[in-house]
């Protein structure tokens, strides 16, 4: 079965890094679009971050666009999320998702199919 493991998460101080990590097994991770979400607490589920197939098209949430970069490395089945200048309302649980596509950037919790159990992000001010 199609399995995704986030890693990576933890506390930092406000202006630091986080590289987030999500290992995919039991699907042709190469062939789906990938995404990052956040669940900040009292709040709903949000889009952070997707990218296509082969990486070749991004998109990011205004909210972290120019600090959070989203990469992936097929040959290894591994997606990442690299996020500089953290901020405190950046502070959520992270999870991973596989859309059920591959070709278009994906930025509605619906079109993704499968979810990691999320790591938690914590940065103090």
């Known amino acids: 079965q199609v399995q995704l493991v986030e890693s990576g998460g933890g506390l930092v101080q406000a202006g630091g890094s986080l590289r987030l990590s999500c290992a995919a097994s039991?699907?042709?991770?190469?062939?789906?679009?990938m995404g990052w979400f956040r669940q900040a607490p009292g709040k709903e589920r949000e889009f952070v971050a997707g990218?296509?197939?082969?990486?070749?098209?991004?998109a990011y949430a205004d909210s972290v666009k120019g600090r959070f970069t989203i990469s992936r490395d097929n040959a290894k089945n591994t997606l990442f999320l690299q996020m500089n200048s953290l901020k405190p309302e950046d502070t959520a649980v992270y999870y991973c998702?596989?859309?059920?596509?591959?070709?278009?950037?994906?930025?509605?919790?619906?079109?993704?199919?499968?979810w990691g159990q999320g790591t938690q992000v914590t940065v103090s001010s």
């Open positions: 990218t296509t197939w082969n990486g070749g098209t991004t």
């Open positions: 998702a596989t859309a059920r596509r591959g070709g278009r950037v994906q930025t509605a919790s619906e079109e993704y199919a499968y």
């Open positions: 039991g699907h042709t991770f190469s062939a789906y679009a």
